[in-house]
């Protein structure tokens, strides 16, 4: 009698969606943050650290780390006129390594706007989701979000009314699989008549975003100073570290508010709950 065969290997079951289908007040906004932000911690810091990294390593290798420094130690040697006389100011940064850290940066900037939003749509929802996949989402948008920056770039200027209403822009654009105009177009549809409350919940959200990292790099300072007998590279890396580190951290934080800024946005004027709802309780295929 021949063996059974072995079963085929099931596929991975879908995450519980953390999204309430329902509006959301402002407490209620920030608890999600936080409760997305804690539960999925080390998935949404693993983006931000990914992104993170090349500009960190790129200012050790130019040198910036020296100029932090030597900043630093002298600032811990104002009282004391001998150790600051015999100091040698360091080599200037290097200069092809320096620019290469500015094209870097605005060669990320898809990868900033749109890898934690992606990866937030998709905890919200209830989709699986890893780093590389929420990159990989990035680089099939690429050009779409770096569209999508550009205009906000270039457009005229009019202050924080126009950010506010472009805020749900990115999320529109990778929840909808949109184009970088009509993503515009789909965030001032959405916050129209709604421009208090939603600079009110952008603003409370930046403000708790920036305490955090504003308070770790403060911290980075002194302790870089109060380091003994280290050279003054060191103290600078520290800084450098520190600093990088806070914004990982906060990095989440702020596109966790603006995905679920968008959800709510959509449930309050399209019934995006009852959609959701009955989508889930169709039968599977």
Known sequence: MSAPEPAPPQPPAPREPLLRLRPLGLGEILDDIFRVYRRHFG?????????????????????????????????????????????????????????????????????????????????????????????????????????????????????????????????????????????????????????WRIAGILFVTYLLASAVQGALGVFAFPLAVLVPFVPAVVRGAIVLLITTAAQVLVLPVLYLGVVLLYFDLRVRREAFDLDQLARQAAPPG
Do not use: H, K
């Not at 500015?102 to 998709?122: D, N, R």
């Not at 905890?123 to 929420?134: E, I, T």
């Not at 506010?164 to 009509?182: C, D, F, K, Q």
């Open 43 to 195: 998935l949404l810091c693993g983006i931000a650290a990914a992104l993170a990294v090349p500009t960190f390593v790129l200012q050790l290798a130019s040198r910036s780390a020296d100029q932090y420094g030597f900043l630093i130690t002298i600032l811990g040697n104002l009282g004391r006129p001998s150790a600051l006389a015999g100091m040698t100011p360091p080599e200037p940064p290097n200069l092809a390594l320096v620019l290469l850290l500015y094209l870097v940066v605005i060669v990320s900037v898809p990868f900033t706007m749109g890898a934690v939003t992606w990866a937030a749509i998709a905890l919200l929802l209830g989709q699986p989701v890893s780093v590389r996949s929420a990159l990989l989402a990035v680089v099939r948008r690429y050009w779409a979000l770096l569209g999508l920056a550009s205009l906000t770039i270039l457009c005229p200027p009019v202050g924080i009314w126009l950010l506010v209403r472009w805020a749900v822009a990115a999320p529109a654009l990778l929840a909808e699989g949109i184009g970088p105009v009509r993503a515009l177009d789909r965030s001032w549809t959405l916050t129209r008549n709604s421009w």
